[in-house]
């Protein structure tokens, strides 16, 4: 079966940021994070002269992503890895470099509109939640074995959830009478632990917490700090790196790891810069990109999405390409 149809957010500006990077012959672009390959689609019918990498730690997305863009015969090529990996990949394919490097983070829609993947709190399902289900602790591991100190500095750190030590108490208190398995006692001790005034504004109250620990079994932000200067170290000159964020702890990190690339190096009263002090990089997007209120009422998960780019204007001065 066909993978099913879903539009990406914001994919006619996504491709018109990697178009300049992608519009030559034997152009590569690593679509580090494929999902149902949305992106690479829009890439291969759009942009003729490009061929993509689809990197993807979820088996199933690679079989379903595959599936859809069979048509474009060996201008694809999936493999099954995780993003900080993209030296690695490239290596392995005997390609000494990329034109362009995608990120769209997050959880895919694949992910959780298929229940038992445990990502979504609406539904009873396995406390899963592993992007890769091949390998790893699940979320139920991370409940029912982590000290009280840990969960709270997860919750807190990872979903930004302000009763973080008081629902970590009551976990701990919970699993000691029966370990979690299942969503719906985890929402139901959200409901319990979490005050009224709090759970009327902010959306679902299983929202952060289910953040946090989907983060933590998948080691979200630990991979993208180390894929983000993986993917600028691997650019051709002329390339991008173009990411999509959906929530602050990942645009920050994003917008820190640009900002230290396309910073002037030299003291401010010096009247010109060097040849050798300018940076390899510039910010091709000025601050984050947002949505625009027609694409978010069609597609609400837009709303909180954060566009960033930049682009390798010439060689590292380490030397790279």
Same mark, same amino acid.
């Given at each position: 079966?066909?993978a099913?149809?879903?539009?990406?957010?914001?994919?006619?500006?996504?491709?018109a940021?990697l178009q300049p990077a992608?519009?030559?012959d034997n152009?590569?672009?690593?679509?580090?994070?494929?999902?149902?390959?949305?992106?690479s689609?829009?890439?291969?019918?759009?942009?003729?002269?490009? +061929?993509?990498?689809?990197?993807? +730690?979820?088996?199933? &997305?690679?079989r379903?992503?595959?599936?859809?863009?069979?048509p474009?015969?060996?201008?694809?090529?999936g493999?099954?890895a995780?993003?900080?990996?993209?030296?690695?990949?490239?290596?392995?394919? *005997?390609l000494a470099?990329?034109? @362009?490097?995608?990120?769209?983070?997050?959880?895919?829609?694949?992910?959780?509109?298929? @229940?038992?993947?445990?990502?979504?709190?609406r539904?009873? &399902? #396995?406390?899963?939640m592993?992007m890769? #289900?091949?390998?790893? %602790?699940?979320? @139920?591991?991370?409940?029912?074995?982590? #000290?009280?100190?840990e969960?709270t500095?997860?919750?807190r750190?990872?979903?930004?959830?302000?009763?973080?030590?008081?629902?970590?108490?009551?976990?701990v208190?919970?699993r000691a009478?029966e370990?979690?398995?299942t969503?719906?006692?985890?929402?139901?001790?959200?409901?319990?632990?979490?005050?009224?005034?709090?759970r009327r504004?902010g959306?679902?109250?299983a929202k952060?917490t289910?953040?946090a620990?989907?983060?933590e079994v998948?080691d979200?932000?630990?991979?993208l700090r180390r894929?983000?200067?993986a &993917?600028?170290?691997v650019l051709?000159?002329? *390339?991008?790196?173009?990411?999509e964020?959906?929530q602050s702890?990942?645009d920050?990190?994003v917008?820190?790891a640009f900002? &230290?690339v396309?910073?002037v190096d030299? #003291? %401010?009263?010096?009247?010109?810069?060097?040849?050798?002090?300018?940076?390899?990089? +510039?910010?091709?997007? +000025?601050?984050?990109?947002?949505a625009?209120?027609?694409?978010i009422a069609?597609?609400?998960?837009?709303?909180?999405?954060r566009?960033r @780019?930049?682009e390798?204007?010439?060689?590292?001065?380490?030397?790279?390409?």
């Amino acid at each position: 079966m066909a993978a099913p149809a879903h539009v990406p957010v914001l994919l006619d500006r996504v491709v018109a940021l990697l178009q300049p990077a992608l519009d030559h012959d034997n152009a590569v672009l690593v679509d580090a994070t494929l999902g149902l390959g949305g992106h690479s689609e829009a890439v291969l019918t759009r942009l003729h002269l490009a +061929r993509v990498v689809g990197i993807d +730690r979820d088996p199933e &997305a690679l079989r379903l992503a595959g599936e859809r863009l069979a048509p474009f015969g060996n201008r694809f090529t999936g493999v099954h890895a995780t993003y900080d990996e993209i030296p690695d990949v490239l290596a392995d394919l *005997g390609l000494a470099a990329a034109d @362009a490097v995608l990120f769209d983070l997050g959880v895919s829609s694949m992910q959780l509109d298929v @229940a038992d993947r445990g990502f979504a709190y609406r539904e009873d &399902a #396995p406390l899963d939640m592993r992007m890769d #289900p091949t390998s790893g %602790p699940t979320a @139920a591991d991370v409940l029912n074995t982590y #000290p009280q100190a840990e969960l709270t500095r997860v919750l807190r750190e990872y979903g930004e959830e302000r009763f973080a030590s008081r629902i970590a108490a009551a976990v701990v208190r919970e699993r000691a009478r029966e370990p979690f398995t299942t969503s719906a006692r985890l929402v139901e001790l959200l409901y319990d632990q979490i005050p009224a005034p709090a759970r009327r504004t902010g959306g679902h109250p299983a929202k952060r917490t289910f953040q946090a620990l989907r983060m933590e079994v998948n080691d979200e932000l630990g991979v993208l700090r180390r894929a983000i200067p993986a &993917a600028i170290d691997v650019l051709a000159v002329g *390339g991008r790196v173009v990411v999509e964020s959906y929530q602050s702890l990942e645009d920050r990190l994003v917008k820190r790891a640009f900002a &230290a690339v396309t910073k002037v190096d030299v #003291p %401010p009263d010096l009247p010109f810069v060097p040849e050798d002090r300018r940076p390899a990089l +510039r910010l091709v997007t +000025r601050g984050a990109e947002r949505a625009d209120d027609t694409e978010i009422a069609q597609n609400p998960r837009a709303a909180s999405v954060r566009l960033r @780019a930049v682009e390798r204007v010439r060689p590292s001065h380490r030397g790279a390409a």
